[in-house]
């Protein structure tokens, strides 16, 4: 089984940048698809971004353009680097191997890191 460990998160200003790391251990991840997910207060977890092992990326429409995932397989990391950041993008933030944009298609999760943003 692999275990997950996100850090990066924190309180930034509206507009402001914040890079999120995915560290992953016990297995390589270098054969897996794998994916960001956020919950905010009150609210359903919902899909952010997702990679797939040969580098394919996708975006939820509310952070394209501003939001970049990537993957380093010799450091067995995924990373989210979030840009022009705002309020509605406060949340904790997971990440996850898995496929596809439904929390059912992900079985293995990280704790989480919270990503405050103020106006």
């Known amino acids: 089984q692999v275990q997950l460990v996100e850090s990066g998160g924190g309180l930034v200003q509206a507009g402001g940048s914040l890079r999120l790391s995915c560290a992953a251990s016990?297995?390589?991840?270098?054969?897996?698809?794998m994916g960001w997910f956020r919950q905010a207060p009150g609210k359903e977890r919902e899909f952010v971004a997702r990679?797939?092992?040969?580098?394919?990326?996708y975006y939820a429409d509310s952070v394209k353009g501003r939001f970049t995932i990537s993957r380093d397989n010799a450091k067995n990391t995924v990373s989210l680097q979030m840009n022009t950041l705002k309020p509605d993008d406060t949340a904790v933030y997971f990440c996850?191997?898995?496929?596809?944009?439904?929390?059912?298609?992900?079985?293995?999760w990280g704790q989480g890191t919270q990503v405050t943003v103020s106006s």
């Open positions: 016990g297995r390589t991840i270098s054969t897996y698809n």
């Open positions: 996850a191997r898995g496929y596809g944009t439904a929390l059912a298609q992900y079985d293995s």
């Open positions: 990679i797939t092992l040969t580098g394919g990326k």
